[in-house]
């Protein structure tokens, strides 16, 4: 079975600082990892991706997530937060291969940028 | 890029009536869409996967009378939301993937806001 845990509902930065959105997952098997994003009342925009290879993957947007394994995330990250960053980000995970486009989705996080 | 639309984006229906929500793959064959469904402030929890040609697969817990998805073609699956009461409203997104494509491949329809009066 498969889980995400992403701790912290809310957070709130400043136009320019560092976001941080954290995300744990737990995975009986060698996992795929995806953040998501989403603006209201629309679907999802793929940000990045891990599956296999680099750990550190860099997506759109200037985001990026670091798989570690030995601690199970898939934190993301950007270096200075911009006003259309405020959304709602999501951490999912897949079984890799075999099943690997049933995503299971963390609670999500609601990213708040403040002048 | 690949684009799944979805259709309609808003509904609203009285109680006790059927809804059919459409979710098209536009510019790849879709073998597998799968049906989340999203209450306000949570995530996104998985309804089913269908894949086409076959009957769909649900989450425990997931009425398959009441939530009746079908995958007729390559191209595009339904939602009808049968008998809907209040307790159903809710966002539905589905998604659309071809599995021989690989990871790449999952895309997500703007979702449908269903509203139970």
């Known amino acids: 079975a498969q889980s995400v845990t992403q701790l912290g509902s809310h957070v709130s930065v400043s136009e320019g600082a560092l976001v941080l959105l954290r995300c744990n997952y737990s995975s009986s098997v060698p996992p795929y990892l995806f953040w998501y994003v989403q603006y209201p009342n629309q679907g999802l925009q793929l940000l990045l991706k891990?599956?296999?290879?680099?750990?550190l993957v860099k997506g759109i947007n200037g985001f990026e997530a670091e798989f570690k394994k030995s601690e199970t995330s898939f934190h993301l990250t950007k270096p200075s937060a911009h006003m259309s960053d405020a959304a709602e980000y999501f951490c999912?995970?897949?079984?890799?291969?075999?099943?690997?486009?049933?995503?299971?989705f963390g609670a999500g996080t609601r990213l708040a940028v403040h002048p | 890029g690949a684009v799944v639309s979805q259709h309609p984006s808003r509904v609203i229906c009285k109680s006790g009536t059927s809804v059919k929500i459409e979710c098209r793959s536009l510019?790849?064959?879709?073998?597998?869409m799968f049906w989340y469904r999203q209450f306000p402030k949570q995530s996104l929890m998985l309804m089913a996967t269908s894949n086409e040609g076959s009957k769909a697969t649900y989450e425990q817990g997931v009425e398959k009378d009441k939530f009746l998805i079908n995958h007729a073609s390559l191209t595009l699956s339904t939602l009808t939301v049968t008998s809907a009461h209040p307790e159903d409203s809710s966002f539905y997104i589905c998604s659309a993937s071809n599995s021989a494509t690989g990871v790449n491949w999952v895309h997500f329809g703007n979702g449908t806001r269903l509203t139970v009066t």
């Open positions: 891990y599956t296999t290879g680099a750990t």
């Open positions: 999912a995970v897949s079984p890799g291969s075999g099943g690997y486009n049933k995503l299971i």
């Open positions: 510019d790849f064959q879709a073998t597998t």
